[in-house]
């Protein structure tokens, strides 16, 4: 597949700071752990360059973006330079007058503020006091009509959890509908040690028969179309049924085809989840020349479709002619996908694979 002359949108992570210390995030011990950050007129040119881009729109995250102090300034940026936005957020800091700047800059999406669980759950992995604060959030956005996406990130922490806390959040706070999806730390980490966090292949199963569960007890709030777990378990059956491919991956990643990301210290990278891979400095470089000619991005690109019997470790299984490998990023790291459904399928000989359930 051909990129887009320009990227249709970027993630800006404008700060590493954090106030929360999240075990799963993949923040921690990663490049985007950096204490360096732009100043407030080099995002403003960032911005100035997104929008010579024509670039549609903007993620603004962190660590925790409200704790940048020049904030509307930054905002006031990306709208000068004809861009919608989205906001993530932990809520913490959120107050009336974050919700009046969003609600009068007439281009705010959304604001997507996480929460893990019901109040002993969220607070035991982010702190006390925060799970009140984040549904504090939520019902000043909802006060001030502004769209708030509430998103569920499902670990060991919270695993087994879910139901209770989909209904706890749908009739606590009011939200229309909420999100999930799992911890994920794809190849961004320097170290794999994370068995305390992340779910194993077969809680991810477990956590599979979950969504599965929640979404029937809640099919137009608990909205899964877009998840991670949702889309492989649409392809584990596609390639079961063998259905040939057409070019697809497993998870076709948008990384090198139609977004960008900025680190808070000004690296230009694929993704934040491969924030090591540097491809230019904004400031440095202009962002444009990078998308067009990062001999990184030239080489994921080519390697976009590549089938899966050229990955080594997709050579002699099986399932090669109906699988795609999720991305060129994951060929630099020496494997092919995290989704692999034959490791899938050798660690949990007793899960079924298209029913989603335990045999």
């Not at 709208?79 to 800059?105: I, Q, T």
């Not at 194993?200 to 099919?219: G, I, N």
């Amino acid at each position: 597949m051909q990129p887009l002359s320009a990227p249709y949108y970027a993630e800006a992570a404008l700060t590493a700071r954090c106030n929360l210390h999240c075990g799963y995030c993949y923040f921690r011990n990663s490049a985007c752990e950096t204490p360096e950050e732009l100043t407030t007129g080099e995002w403003l040119d960032v911005f100035a360059e997104f929008g010579q881009m024509k670039m549609l729109k903007v993620i603004l995250s962190g660590g925790e973006v409200l704790l940048r102090e020049d904030l509307p300034q930054l905002i006031e940026g990306v709208c000068r330079n004809n861009m919608r936005f989205s906001l993530l957020s932990n809520g913490y800091f959120f107050e009336d007058r974050h919700a009046v700047m969003l609600k009068e800059s007439g281009r705010c999406n959304s604001v997507q503020i996480s929460v893990d669980g019901v109040e002993e759950v969220h607070d035991a992995i982010r702190g006390r006091g925060s799970f009140a604060r984040a549904v504090r959030a939520i019902g000043i956005l909802r006060e001030h009509g502004l769209r708030a996406q509430v998103r569920i990130t499902i670990g060991k922490h919270n695993l087994g959890t879910l139901m209770e806390t989909v209904r706890c959040l749908l009739e606590e706070t009011g939200i229309p509908a909420v999100s999930a999806n799992w911890a994920q730390h794809f190849s961004s980490k320097e170290s794999d040690d994370d068995s305390g966090h992340l779910l194993s292949m077969r809680e991810q199963l477990q956590s599979m028969v979950e969504v599965k569960r929640v979404h029937a007890a809640f099919p137009e709030r608990f909205l899964v179309k877009k998840a991670a777990f949702t889309n492989v378990a649409n392809r584990w059956k596609d390639i079961l049924d063998r259905r040939e491919l057409t070019g697809a991956s497993l998870l076709r990643c948008p990384a090198q085809l139609e977004r960008i990301s900025i680190r808070a210290d000004g690296a230009i990278t694929p993704c934040n989840h491969i924030s090591h891979m540097v491809l230019g400095w904004a400031g440095k470089d202009r962002i444009i020349d990078v998308w067009r000619n990062s001999p990184v991005l030239l080489e994921m690109r080519e390697h976009d479709c590549d089938p899966a019997e050229t990955f080594p470790v997709c050579a002699e299984c099986g399932y090669n002619r109906y699988c795609r490998p999720a991305g060129a990023c994951f060929d630099h790291c020496g494997r092919a996908t995290p989704y692999c459904l034959k490791k899938y399928q050798e660690a949990a000989p007793d899960f079924d694979f298209e029913r989603l359930e335990w045999k």
